[in-house]
């Protein structure tokens, strides 16, 4: 191999520390999920009535006046939204069962799409279908089909493409879950999602135009 072929194939390292230190008040890396917007989202969240998943989110994060849009309280708020919206359609979902899911949000790590390849708010909408399912490590049928959810999930936001952006990525999960869920047997209602996104203006890198959820799309 030439040394100008290797110059082109240079690869980039840096840390996960690294990369927070570096980037003051980057709410996206910062916190662990035990921050205060994750506690106080998570907490409102218990209390919201209705059953469409993306009107909940959108009133939901419309009260933190000044809140970044982007945070890692989307990892313990896409799961929780999604079973809470179930519990309102009068399904058997338990509060431990929510509980259960904000925990595993919080244990997601801020940056995980650049990191580790998977946003946390698709993880934490899979996490809500996992436990629909009764997914394991051993479960095998269950784990199987939780992780074709995961796939299709992160095929689509690699098809939309474009910068970071957690409502974004929020939107691709909770659309998709939709579906899945419905296939358990647990139905929500239908939203449009094309154009609907309220919150362009607050995200400095919004790829406007290019994003499917960008308002001038519908």
Known sequence: MSDAHRDTRKIRRISYVDFRNAVEEDACCAGDGSDTTTTLAVLIAREMVGTRPAGMM????????GTPVHGVWHHALVGEILLRCLQNAGYEIADGFIDEVVDRGRQIPGGS????GTCGALSSAASAYAILMGATPVAI??????????AKQVARLAEIGGSRCCKKNSYVALELARDEFAELGFNLPKEEFEGRCPFFASNDTCDGDACVYYPKKR
Not at 113 to 116: D, I, K, R, V
């Open 58 to 65: 959108e009133e939901l994060l419309s009260q933190g006046e």
């Open 141 to 150: 049928d269950q784990r199987q089909r939780l992780i074709g959810f995961v």
């Open 113 to 116: 799409c650049g990191f580790l």
